[in-house]
């Protein structure tokens, strides 16, 4: 085993480190875990009991990564057949119990992990998928391969993504809910399948995003789920009579990005009065 400091690195005395892995500074290695050859952890990272580490995996710093959590393992996919293929973790992210993020299924790919998110109690990341940062995915959540999630996004429990779906940045996604469609940037979005609620406000707003601009998020919003107008008829109303400020210029971006799953652009279904029928926002005070 390379090490940059032996002498500051806790392996437990019944885990297995190969001795071709790398492990920095301070890195602690918890009761039964392993650890295998092509892989790198970064200073200050620690692992739980019972973790396994394999593959071509790269690990950056100050990782809390808890017990049975298994990374690098090979995808869930009858195409890979054992070529070099990888997972990179950045810094500062929390994985829970039994969290499990599987490597890229082609050569050199990458299943990617970004820094400062948390991954809790069995949650799935599959092959070839990119997480951007401060993503919190609640338990039990699974990502089909190749599923893209853009920065801050929140996803309640059991939420289910199908493979090559994008979540944008700021998005909220309910419980149990079922993404079949591109999640655009800055919506709440429950059911099954998945609906467009409202905007995140409360999430925009913790996320220091200005009155005005929730406002001109939610007026593009509706021009863009207005029926009677395709989506390139949606985004050429939304230029013309929303501000263009940087909120609003990534929302169409997003929306005119090539799709292989579509991007949702559905409303909730609505009562009799009018109102949606949860999650509604009447008012935004700072």
């Given amino acids: 085993m390379s090490t940059t400091q032996p002498v500051l690195i806790d392996i437990h005395p019944t885990a297995q480190v190969h001795p071709d892995a790398v492990l920095g500074k301070n890195v602690r290695v918890g009761p039964y875990s392993v650890i295998g050859p092509h892989v790198t952890?970064?200073?200050?990272t620690r692992l739980g009991a019972h973790v396994v580490v394999?593959?071509?995996?790269?690990?950056g710093k100050d990782n809390e990564i808890y017990a049975g959590a298994v990374i690098g393992t090979e995808p869930q996919d009858f195409r890979y057949k054992g070529e070099e293929a990888w997972v990179h973790i950045g810094d500062r992210n929390i994985i829970r119990e039994y969290a499990t993020i599987n490597r890229a299924f082609n050569h050199m790919g990458a299943t990617i992990v970004g820094n400062e998110n948390m991954l809790m109690a069995y949650t799935h990341v599959a092959h070839n998928c990119k997480l951007g940062n401060g993503i919190i995915m609640t338990n039990y959540v699974g990502f089909a391969g190749h599923v893209e999630v853009e920065d801050f996004v929140v996803f309640g429990g059991y939420a289910g993504v199908h493979q090559f779906v994008r979540v944008g940045t700021?998005?909220?996604v309910g419980g149990a809910a079922k993404v079949i469609k591109d999640i655009?940037?800055?919506?709440?979005?429950?059911?099954?399948p998945a609906r467009i609620y409202e905007i995140n406000s409360i999430g925009l707003k913790r996320r220091g995003?200005?009155?005005?601009?929730?406002?001109?998020?939610?007026?593009?919003?509706?021009?863009?789920?207005?029926?009677?107008?395709?989506?390139?008829e949606a985004i050429e109303a939304v230029r013309e009579q929303v501000p263009d400020g940087a909120e609003v210029a990534?929302?169409?971006?997003?929306?005119?990005?090539?799709?292989?799953?579509g991007v949702l652009i559905r409303m909730a279904e609505k009562n009799g009065n009018g109102r949606v029928l949860r999650g509604e926002s009447e008012g935004d005070e700072e």
């Fill in 170 to 172: 700021m998005a909220m």
């Fill in 41 to 44: 952890i970064g200073d200050g």
């Fill in 250 to 261: 990534h929302l169409i971006r997003f929306m005119e990005t090539k799709s292989r799953m």
């Fill in 54 to 59: 394999d593959g071509w995996t790269r690990i």
């Fill in 184 to 192: 655009p940037p800055f919506s709440i979005v429950d059911g099954q």
């Fill in 209 to 232: 995003v200005k009155s005005s601009v929730r406002t001109d998020l939610r007026r593009a919003y509706r021009l863009l789920t207005r029926s009677g107008m395709n989506l390139g």
